[in-house]
């Protein structure tokens, strides 16, 4: 579609190694890693938790919603380096970019997706530009965070699932897929570059994957939904 531009490479196309988008690595370099963007994601929540005047409706809000789903947005000024969520998003017109510079350009593109469901995304301090359309608000995440109950079954086409956290590590299946529609993608970060993927597939039929609990995060699409048998 016109809005979208650029076409996210992570969608579902061809076969192994193809699920992340990123011309130039997505600041593979490691420098803009989850650690450093914990500390900016947490440095945000605490900029909204110093005003401590016991408002505690407000800093919900503000907690809820870092930025808006539609903009284009300057890292530092604008949007913070960090972890960030968005959720909720129906029929892959959700799409997000991070760029190395304001020119709009191809080349400008380090990483990018179409998302149905949720996305989680780590903007490193040394990005220039972060892009949203039709994604519903972003709200930024500790990508350390542990805690609550992680399920033992997830929606295939759900987008991406924090393990540890949204889901439990373990062996899932996915049955009755069609077409080599049904997509997986094993991640240790959320920076979506091709470093990023431990290992991917594009499947028809049955789907299994062992998911640790090394991983970060899990990422899957197009396929009929997983349940955990081990």
């Not at 709200?139 to 956290?165: H, I, L, N, R, Y």
Request: with cysteine.
């Amino acid at each position: 579609m016109g809005m979208k531009g650029k076409i996210a490479l992570g969608a579902v196309v061809g076969i192994v190694v193809i699920g992340a988008v990123s011309v130039s690595g997505g600041g593979d370099d490691g420098s803009g890693g989850d650690k450093g963007s914990s500390a900016s994601a947490e440095g945000a929540s605490g900029d909204q938790k110093e005003s401590g005047s016991g408002d505690a409706a407000e800093e919900t809000e503000k907690k809820e919603s870092a930025f808006g789903g539609d903009g284009e947005y300057q890292i530092g000024s604008d949007v913070p380096a960090g972890t960030y969520r968005t959720s909720g998003n129906t029929d892959a017109m959700c799409y997000w970019e991070r760029a190395k510079d304001a020119k709009g350009e191809f080349e400008s593109i380090l990483a990018n997706d179409n998302v149905t469901g949720t996305s989680y995304v780590t903007i490193p301090a040394s990005d220039k530009i972060f892009k949203s359309s039709g994604c519903s608000d972003w709200e930024a995440v500790d990508p350390d965070a542990k805690g609550g109950t992680p399920a033992t079954e997830m929606a295939g086409d759900g987008g991406m699932f924090k393990v540890g956290v949204d889901i439990a590590p373990g062996t899932y299946t996915s049955s009755g897929n069609t077409d080599d529609m049904c997509y997986w993608e094993r991640d240790k970060d959320a920076e979506h570059g091709l470093e990023s993927i431990i290992a991917n597939n594009n499947v028809s039929g049955s789907a299994i994957v062992t998911i640790t609990a090394s991983d970060a995060y899990f990422k899957t699409s197009g396929c009929q939904d997983w349940k955990k048998t081990a």
